[in-house]
């Protein structure tokens, strides 16, 4: 894993240090002044997916085209020193974090330098540093167009998502019918948390470096595991409230483990939600509790119940709209 992310991140590196020295390399085949404002251009409009370059190259040409016209406005009125650049920047910079274009403060005010250089905003300099920005963004584009989906990512952290889960039900079937749970913590829950959070970056990635695809269901997947991770802890709460054991618990442990062993994927989890509600129908038909202890320790047990009809209700809600995709 450690060197197959170092291999990434050289050839990554590799792509960029190209795409800016063929950017550079262009603009001065084109005669272009400050050609190597093009490989800065270029580095600073890579981003990590498809989707985010593309936003943040659009972005970016909105705000040159701002930068441009601000720093007509402040060049004419306090002239091509630093006074007017630092009104521009000032004014720039107020527009780009009020527009969310932060991005662009710096790119775009390397190209207003070269008027200031200059002092000059005549056609053909603005035709050069319009160049150069068209230039440096689009190579920067070009480097991205390799990624792809990580697939085979998303499953391996999914897969690690559904092993945690798997643990937390297992260890509920064991740990709800013992009387002693001093043992029984919640390191668990922080353990999921963190691998579904690792599968949602990737489910994010991927989509932003699906562009005409629309893809949501990795997204949609991580979405009903994060609430079902949720309901499992309300269930861990309320197994630590039992103090009372009745026979129910044993049932309820039972399906918890039999839920573990047929959770995975593909499970479109209509069989566990028949055997959940006969249990349910079976304890509804028992003999009322006789006791203060086992009427609150049904009264849980039902509520756990329930939960878990609500965490199997998600995988199924799930499944069918996959299905109607």
């Given amino acids: 894993m450690f060197h197959d992310d170092w291999k990434k991140r050289l050839i990554h590196s590799v792509k960029i240090a190209a795409a800016a020295v063929a950017a550079i390399a262009l603009a001065g085949e084109l005669g272009l002044k400050y050609s190597a404002t093009a490989g800065i251009i270029t580095v600073l409009s890579i981003r990590n997916t498809k989707r985010e370059t593309l936003r943040s190259a659009g972005n970016r040409a909105l705000a040159f085209l701002c930068a441009a016209g601000l720093s007509a406005m402040c060049f004419r009125i306090f002239g091509y020193n630093l006074q007017g650049f630092a009104v521009y920047l000032f004014l720039f910079a107020l527009l780009c974090l009020g527009a969310g274009w932060t991005e662009a403060i710096a790119m775009d005010s390397v190209l207003v330098t070269h008027f200031m250089t200059e002092g000059s905003m005549?056609?053909?300099?603005?035709?050069?540093?319009?160049?150069?920005?068209?230039?440096?963004?689009?190579?920067?584009?070009?480097?991205?167009?390799?990624?792809?989906?990580?697939?085979?990512?998303?499953?391996?952290?999914?897969?690690?998502?559904?092993?945690?889960?798997?643990?937390?039900?297992?260890?509920?079937?064991?740990?709800?019918?013992?009387?002693?749970?001093?043992?029984?913590?919640?390191?668990?829950?922080?353990?999921?948390?963190?691998?579904?959070?690792?599968?949602?970056?990737?489910?994010?990635?991927?989509?932003?470096?699906?562009?005409?695809?629309?893809?949501?269901?990795?997204?949609?997947?991580?979405?009903?595991?994060?609430?079902?991770?949720?309901?499992?802890?309300?269930?861990?709460?309320?197994?630590?409230?039992?103090?009372?054991?009745?026979?129910?618990?044993?049932?309820?442990?039972?399906?918890?483990?039999?839920?573990?062993?047929?959770?995975?994927?593909?499970?479109?989890?209509?069989?566990?939600?028949?055997?959940?509600?006969?249990?349910?129908?079976?304890?509804?038909?028992?003999?009322?509790?006789?006791?203060?202890?086992?009427?609150?320790?049904?009264?849980?047990?039902?509520?756990?119940?329930?939960?878990?009809?609500s965490l199997l209700e998600l995988k199924r809600d799930y499944m069918a709209g996959q299905e109607a995709q």
């Fill in 122 to 309: 005549e056609v053909p300099l603005l035709v050069n540093e319009a160049l150069l920005f068209v230039i440096g963004t689009s190579l920067g584009i070009l480097v991205n167009l390799h990624l792809r989906r990580k697939t085979s990512e998303f499953d391996r952290l999914a897969a690690e998502a559904d092993s945690q889960i798997r643990g937390i039900l297992h260890r509920m079937s064991l740990w709800l019918p013992r009387e002693d749970r001093d043992g029984y913590g919640s390191d668990c829950f922080e353990k999921l948390e963190q691998a579904l959070e690792a599968a949602k970056r990737c489910a994010v990635a991927n989509y932003d470096n699906a562009l005409f695809t629309g893809d949501f269901r990795e997204l949609d997947y991580v979405k009903m595991r994060g609430r079902q991770s949720v309901i499992l802890r309300d269930i861990y709460e309320n197994i630590l409230k039992i103090q009372y054991l009745p026979e129910q618990a044993a049932q309820v442990a039972a399906l918890l483990g039999q839920i573990e062993r047929d959770y995975h994927r593909e499970n479109t989890v209509e069989t566990l939600l028949k055997e959940l509600e006969i249990l349910l129908l079976k304890m509804k038909a028992q003999q009322l509790p006789v006791s203060r202890d086992e009427f609150e320790a049904r009264a849980i047990l039902f509520h756990i119940l329930m939960q878990l009809k």
